[in-house]
């Protein structure tokens, strides 16, 4: 089991700067990727945002982010970052932090309850 906690959401102005952070905990290591998403709105599909691989720290991001959001790790305390900037109205949304887990030959997957951002024009 992985239980994690994401914090660091708000209301922040167009073109401001925002860093979620998403601490993980539990049988942390047989996590080997962990990634945000996002959603806009209730009953509307989560999206990917960005994620990282434990294994070596690569990093991709969904095409509306690059240059603007950085995804990070902190191995030692077992938690990922999300650093936002040039922040939108459309980024407004929870975000949500993700964990991929393999135990032996069997995937897991496991949720951050969330955390809001409002992004005000």
């Known amino acids: 089991q992985v239980h994690l906690v994401d914090s660091g959401g708000g209301l922040v102005q167009a073109g401001g700067s925002l860093r979620l952070s998403c601490a993980a905990s539990?049988?942390?290591?047989?996590?080997?990727?962990m990634g945000w998403y996002r959603q806009q709105a209730p009953g509307k599909e989560r999206e990917f945002v960005a994620g990282i691989r434990w294994s070596d720290a690569s990093t991709n991001y969904q095409d509306s982010v690059k240059g603007r959001f950085t995804i990070s790790r902190d191995n030692a305390s077992n938690t990922v970052f999300l650093q936002m900037g040039n922040l939108k109205p459309e980024d407004t949304a929870t975000y949500y932090c993700?964990?991929?887990?393999?135990?032996?030959?069997?995937?897991?997957?496991?949720w951050g309850q969330g955390t809001q951002v409002t992004v005000s024009s």
């Open positions: 539990g049988r942390t290591d047989t996590i080997y990727d």
């Open positions: 993700k964990a991929h887990v393999a135990v032996f030959t069997t995937r897991f997957q496991y």
